[in-house]
């Protein structure tokens, strides 16, 4: 699509990692909560521990959610974006900023399976999230078939119908119990020692996270 589109998708992406930093330091206390509770045999627990997991990434979600559409155009600003790469990057950031939770739901689960004991699972959910985009993005992208060129806002459709595929066969997985793991309606009930246990090593590593994904978008922001 142009110098133009690459653009702005990359300073949609680089700003999205940035506000998506906090998730991926849950996913981390997440996993060593669980490990913790597998390595004690309390299995109670360590499925308590991943629903208290989601439970945060869903509340976390909500205001970065919120910040990122508020503020999405103003940050874009900031990093350099103008003309045609600040509306396109504009476009692509809002997306995945709708499809935040979705997008970050894979990622994070992912080390909670990790934790359990279990990473070969998770090889799966990333092929499926991988083969959905690479199927749906060019069809909405450039126009295959039955379907309109989308152009960037395509990309952006097609990255989270990707991760929404991955996730819902993870749930499924994890509602099963085939990775060592079954979630419950009833893990998702708040529990305060968990959480504390998962924001003492989540919080540190989302700010461990946060250095690097800083300094990538101000770079991004200089080669502007």
């Not at 997306?95 to 279990?118: F, K």
């Amino acid at each position: 699509l142009g110098g133009e589109a690459l653009a702005a998708v990359a300073m949609g992406t680089s700003l999205y990692i940035v506000l998506s930093s906090p998730m991926r330091g849950i996913s981390r206390g997440g996993m060593a909560a669980v490990a913790r509770y597998v390595g004690a045999n309390d299995d109670v627990r360590a499925n308590r521990a991943a629903g208290q997991t989601l439970l945060l990434l869903l509340l976390a979600s909500l205001p970065i959610t919120l910040l990122g559409l508020v503020l999405g155009q103003t940050l874009l600003h900031w990093m350099g974006a103008r003309g045609e790469v600040a509306e396109g990057a504009l476009i692509y950031f809002r997306m995945m900023m709708w499809g935040l939770m979705a997008m970050e739901l894979i990622p994070c689960l992912d080390n909670v399976i990790r934790g359990a004991g279990h990473p070969e699972v998770t090889v799966r959910f990333n092929l499926i999230a991988v083969a959905v985009t690479a199927i749906v993005e060019p069809a909405l992208v450039l126009g295959w078939g039955p379907f309109i060129p989308l152009g960037v806002y395509g990309a952006g459709w097609a990255s989270i119908a990707g991760s929404v595929a991955g996730a819902v066969d993870q749930l499924g997985v994890l509602h099963t119990g085939s990775a060592g793991l079954r979630l419950h309606i009833s893990d998702l009930r708040p529990d305060r020692g968990i959480i504390s246990s998962i924001l003492r090593i989540g919080l540190p590593s989302s700010l461990q996270r946060l250095s690097p994904n800083l300094a990538s978008a101000l770079l991004m922001a200089l080669v502007a």
